[in-house]
């Protein structure tokens, strides 16, 4: 097929691409640099010598991060055993693992908001039991927050390190089981290394899910901010745009490093991709 052709498929979606986020995102980092007609980066130094804005930064990033650590020890050794388990099984493990995505946000969101209150199904039980002599405060904290997140980003990077597992020669680790290696040699030495791809993907898929979650945040964490809820504070709220461009601008630059350190640990690990 005509190369020129195959350009010419690419045409429709690069101009949609080009129309409806290149540009807008282009003017949006463009107006952080201009205040009063003049350039400056006045907006950005008073966020960041602001230290309620760096403690919403910092909760933030301690969301994610936490979050993306749990997803990948839970996510891990699930998608480990679905890959291995029979046609029949892993279709109902998959159906069970990717179920939580097919409910809406607000409804997982309210049903927490259930379990982790104080008269929640959590406390009711700790009290009862007599392990705890009041409600614990769970709910509006990062801690719900986190748990929320979890439950909303546990199937991606399932369904992610799936499809990479599902693809692994597994007569290579019989090879080294055969020559002595022990199963944790033989985890470490080849199954982790040849999934360290979809490892980091799944990684990235929820930290940035993460980082830019509205809906959970807003609300299972009451009035504990994050960047996102922050940043449609400044725009709704307040209608302070200049604001909220520059939160933006902040949240896009944290996604690219994020990105590229966890591109350069998987070269790291697996040096021939």
Not at 81 to 94: E, Q
């Amino acid at each position: 097929m005509n190369k020129r052709f195959l350009y010419l498929l690419l045409l429709p979606g690069l101009l949609f691409l080009t129309v409806f986020m290149l540009i807008p995102i282009m003017l949006t980092i463009a107006s952080t640099f201009v205040q009063d007609g003049k350039l400056t980066l006045e907006g950005y130094l008073h966020f960041f010598r602001d230290g309620y804005f760096n403690r919403i930064l910092l909760t933030t990033l301690r969301v994610s991060v936490v979050t993306t650590v749990l997803c990948v020890l839970l996510g891990y050794p699930a998608a480990y055993y679905i890959s291995r388990t029979g046609v029949r099984k892993k279709s109902i493990l998959l159906a069970l693992s990717i179920f939580p995505l097919l409910t809406s946000p607000v409804v997982r969101s309210f049903s927490w908001m259930i379990i982790l209150g104080k008269k929640g199904l959590v406390n009711t039980f700790l009290v009862n039991t007599g392990l705890i002599d009041k409600p614990l405060d769970i709910l509006y904290t990062p801690a719900a927050m986190m748990i929320g997140l979890v439950h909303l980003f546990l199937p991606l990077i399932i369904i992610t390190l799936l499809g990479v597992m599902e693809n692994l020669d597994y007569e290579l680790v019989r090879a080294a089981r055969s020559l002595g290696a022990s199963s944790f040699t033989a985890f470490r030495k080849i199954t982790f290394p040849l999934t360290v791809p979809g490892l980091i993907i799944g990684g990235i898929l929820v930290f940035v899910g993460s980082l830019t979650a509205y809906t959970t945040p807003a609300l299972l964490g009451g009035k504990e901010r994050v960047i996102s809820t922050f940043l449609y504070q400044n725009a709704m709220t307040l209608n302070d745009w200049q604001a909220a461009s520059v939160i933006a601008v902040i949240m896009i630059v944290i996604t690219f490093v994020v990105v590229g350190l966890m591109n350069a640990w998987a070269n790291r690990l697996n040096p021939k991709g």
